[in-house]
């Protein structure tokens, strides 16, 4: 197997045909892609991409190679269902295929190329049954070699887990703006087991958690007069809401408050606060409960990715 090694352009470009740059930048806040010149045609095929890439894997167990097949396998039986269509599980083949190329790019990891944390780079599980592989394996091989670009560079293809109607823009919860992270429509995904999540706090506990992003926050008096008037972002989430009359963030109020996403309402009683949110995850990308609603109205992967990624591309990288 040829290894990925982490130099600039000579990633990939020693085993597959030249027709994009890398783009720099982290795939957790996203930055802007420059489009280059025209991409120079591609070669002919060879020898099945996924299985010729070796790549670093650092998992708990320290740093292991395993071929960019596996690894993808791996990755998909962790982060979604191999019950999903086959068409949803190839849109996260690619995105998965895509996310992992751009990350090793990045350098981020000393001595290996992408992690196994859900929070950091993805999941990696081996733990499934011969009938979940088999349809994962399926999915892979289907798409091998196929990544999303933007211009000729790979995108930083950011997915979650369902949104609550709409996705974010990369710029309301990262602060940059993508061409294409923008909030798009992702209707179909009431029957996600986590689209709906309700959370009661104490008045208490609300405050305390409150006190760790808005210390000036004044939170005495009654609860019923500690949330202020808010702004909604376009993917339906908090921008900034004011609480006990200091600016809070969206993201920030996710994080103090370990909810599932900033698409959050507040019922309030004299002494608790319940939080209700919609969606799970950042919502910036790819939907996966909105590919699987996408999928079984007769959606294949190329319009799945062309929605959630608007104006990119697919281009297949090929091994000589």
Not at 36 to 55: C, H, I, M, R, Y
Not at 99 to 106: C, G, I, N, P, V
């Amino acid at each position: 197997m040829k290894r990925l090694i982490i130099i600039p352009l000579f990633v990939v470009l020693l085993c597959c045909a030249p027709f994009f740059l890398f783009a720099e930048g982290k795939t957790e806040t996203p930055q802007p892609t420059q489009k280059p010149e025209q991409p120079q045609p591609e070669a002919a095929a060879g020898e099945p991409f996924d299985a010729k890439v070796t790549l670093r894997v650092l998992t708990e167990g320290g740093v292991k190679e395993m071929s960019l097949e596996d690894y993808l396998v791996g990755t998909l039986l962790a982060e979604m269902p191999a019950s999903f269509p086959e068409e949803a599980l190839k849109a996260q083949a690619i995105a998965s295929r895509t996310f992992a190329l751009r990350k090793a790019e990045t350098g981020k990891h000393v001595g290996a190329d992408v992690c196994t944390s859900y929070a950091c780079c993805q999941g990696w599980t081996a733990d499934a049954t011969t009938e979940e592989i088999g349809r994962i394996t399926q999915a892979v091989r289907a798409t091998d070699g196929l990544v999303v670009t933007y211009g000729g560079t790979l995108i930083d293809a950011t997915f979650f887990c369902c949104t609550g109607g709409k996705t974010e823009s990369s710029l309301a919860v990262w602060g940059s703006d993508i061409p294409y992270l923008q909030s798009v429509v992702s209707p179909g995904e009431e029957d996600a087991p986590r689209y709906e999540d309700a959370v009661t706090f104490s008045a208490a506990d609300f405050a305390e958690k409150i006190a760790t992003v808005a210390p000036e926050a004044n939170l005495s008096g009654s609860p019923a007069n500690w949330i202020g008037s808010m702004e909604r972002t376009e993917g339906g989430g908090i921008g900034t809401v004011f609480i006990g009359g200091a600016p809070v963030r969206g993201t920030a109020l996710r994080s103090a408050l370990g909810v599932r996403s900033t698409d959050m309402d507040f019922a309030v009683t004299d002494d608790a606060i319940t939080v209700t949110t919609h969606g799970f995850g950042h919502r910036v990308g790819l939907s996966q409960y909105g590919a699987k609603a996408m999928a079984e109205s007769g959606s294949d992967f190329k319009a799945i990715l062309a929605h959630y990624y608007p104006g990119t591309e697919i281009k297949k990288l090929l091994c000589p």
